[in-house]
């Protein structure tokens, strides 16, 4: 079993920058891949970011270079550097793994930009 916690989410003019940080914590798992999805109101949720190893980084064509996705393998965490934030990235963001054979999900954390 694997819980996922994120934090790091908030209220942010137009333009700043927030870091979305995620731990993983239980026993017995080894995770490869780790990624950050994303779900606004009234829409789908989108896959933000995602690391398949600790090697390598991709994005959703929203993210046009102003997020950055990172992994620290001793804290089984990952975390999501967000810059140039914009009134349509608020949205609710949410960290996810897979360990075979179970997806996994945090609580969500919210982040909000204003314009």
């Known amino acids: 079993q694997v819980r996922l916690v994120e934090s790091g989410g908030g209220l942010v003019q137009t333009g700043g920058s927030l870091r979305l940080s995620c731990i993983a914590s239980?026993?017995?798992?080894?995770?490869?891949?780790m990624g950050w999805y994303r779900q606004a109101p009234g829409k789908q949720r989108e896959l933000v970011g995602w690391?398949?190893?600790?090697?390598?980084?991709n994005y959703g064509d929203f993210v046009k270079g102003r997020f950055t996705i990172s992994r620290d393998t001793t804290k089984n965490a990952v975390y999501l550097q967000m810059n140039s934030l914009a009134p349509e990235d608020t949205a609710v963001y949410y960290c996810?793994?897979?360990?075979?054979?179970?997806?996994?999900w945090g609580q969500g954390t919210q982040v909000t930009v204003s314009s």
């Open positions: 690391m398949p190893n600790i090697d390598t980084a």
């Open positions: 996810n793994t897979y360990v075979p054979i179970t997806d996994y």
């Open positions: 239980g026993s017995g798992f080894h995770i490869s891949y």
